[in-house]
């Protein structure tokens, strides 16, 4: 390992062979030590889903020219302690989680596979950031989305970070004169609205495909999803302590008796 | 439906046949008109994973005397979703999940099943709590668990709660005698420190196993760890914003030129 360069880890929840990693990989190659572990398929979903009941797969692979590469038959949270426990055998400087095809802005978050792998660095102690474009498509154009990465890979190597930093940035579908900039922004109160499709299958069982829409609860101009919709990249600082603070004050007046 | 009961809509994360979620049942089936879908598998780890490429399942089974109960193929938050669009085609007053065997206290609520499926009815507006004792065994004894139960869903049908109420419970392994009571309390900083049991399959491939140590990193004499430690069923107000403010403050003054 460069003893000079800052190292990198990169990983993604849409599995090693997906544009949007390739993306994330050539936009930040120069700024370190760059090592790539991710998923060896499509993890889109898995939320902050850890593998106890079976045993994790890994295995060096040659994707990326140049870059270190290993896949994991795990989840994106699985790929992050096995590089730090296994490959690394060290933390490293940075954790980059994506170039994830598709949004994981507002609620979405929580939902993220992309966002759970940095989370899991995040809490470890390693500044950490999760990148997503607002294009689902495998052929969706990643030009403005490295620019972005680059922006803001630079500035946190610039100086040391908050231990726990970890910053939720989504990127809008637009060209590069479509783009207004980066914004920092809040989480919006807004998020899909699941039904689902109910089918029978040819030996008449139901079942049922999840379909939704997506709704914005959120007038506020602050939120993530007013900034993507305005056509800059939303940067969203993002914490793991979930405790609400203000629902323990109005608790500890109102439940006295019990609590 | 009843009209004049509260719909107590039950899941958990360990399985529809695991004796926590009987425990539960059990606990409240006389405070409400009380409806079960869970998963027909375990569940652990999942965190807050939703079905999206494959089609779910859910079936109407007999396992609880006299209560409505359905396995869905599923993980706890889509039986959430699945139960609200499909089986009550309305909110329930209030969601409950668990009673999980083995902790979610700490950082560990982010990897839990049992309070994803909370989250994702307190999310829609529906006041939740996820309840787990800290006994991983089958036979664990859910005699002070229930008693726990009983009281704060008690106290949470007793006026209107906050919209999002979301509780994190979590429930001491003693008996009756060593029971200290019910603590509100924050989230502690406090983890499972992984590593992987390295192995050598028949055909001479690696695989692993995740394996770990639980470590307390923090000190406050206010958190869910150290109420357990002590006795106490912890009871963690848990919010889904999670926007860390004060990184975002520290931001927008020092990434000035960036954001």
């Given at each position: 390992m460069d003893q000079k360069k800052p190292v990198i880890l990169i990983t993604n929840d849409d599995g090693i062979t997906a544009p949007g990693i390739r993306a994330l990989v050539e936009a930040v190659k120069d700024l370190g030590q760059v090592i790539v572990v991710a998923p060896d398929s499509p993890q889109s979903g898995m939320g902050h889903a850890i593998t106890i009941g079976t045993p994790l797969r890994l295995n060096k692979v040659s994707v990326f020219e140049g870059i270190e590469s290993w896949q994991c038959s795990g989840t994106p949270v699985d790929c992050v302690k096995l590089a730090r426990d296994k490959?690394?055998?060290?933390?490293?400087?940075?954790?980059?989680?994506?170039?994830?095809?598709?949004?994981?802005?507002?609620?979405?978050?929580?939902?993220?596979?992309?966002?759970?792998?940095?989370?899991?660095?995040?809490?470890?102690?390693?500044?950490?950031a999760g990148f997503s474009l607002l294009d689902f498509s495998f052929d969706a154009d990643f030009t403005v989305a490295k620019k972005v990465v680059r922006n803001i890979v630079t500035r946190m190597l610039k100086e040391t970070m908050p231990e726990h930093l970890l910053l939720n940035v989504n990127i809008p579908k637009v060209d590069e004169a479509g783009f207004k900039g980066i914004k920092l922004c809040?989480?919006?109160?807004?998020?899909?609205?699941?039904?689902?499709?109910?089918?029978?299958?040819?030996r008449g069982k139901d079942y049922f495909w999840m379909v939704g829409r997506f709704v914005n609860m959120d007038q506020g101009d602050d939120t993530d999803v007013q900034a993507l919709h305005d056509g800059f990249a939303s940067v969203v600082p993002v914490k793991f302590d979930l405790t609400d603070y203000k629902i323990k004050d109005w608790m500890q007046d109102t439940w006295k008796e019990l609590v």
């Open positions: 490959i690394l055998h060290r933390k490293p400087d940075i954790c980059l989680s994506g170039i994830n095809h598709g949004a994981n802005h507002s609620i979405n978050l929580i939902y993220s596979g992309t966002m759970s792998a940095a989370m899991e660095a995040a809490i470890e102690g390693i500044p950490s809040r989480q919006a109160y807004a998020k899909w609205e699941e039904n689902f499709d109910h089918r029978v299958d040819p």
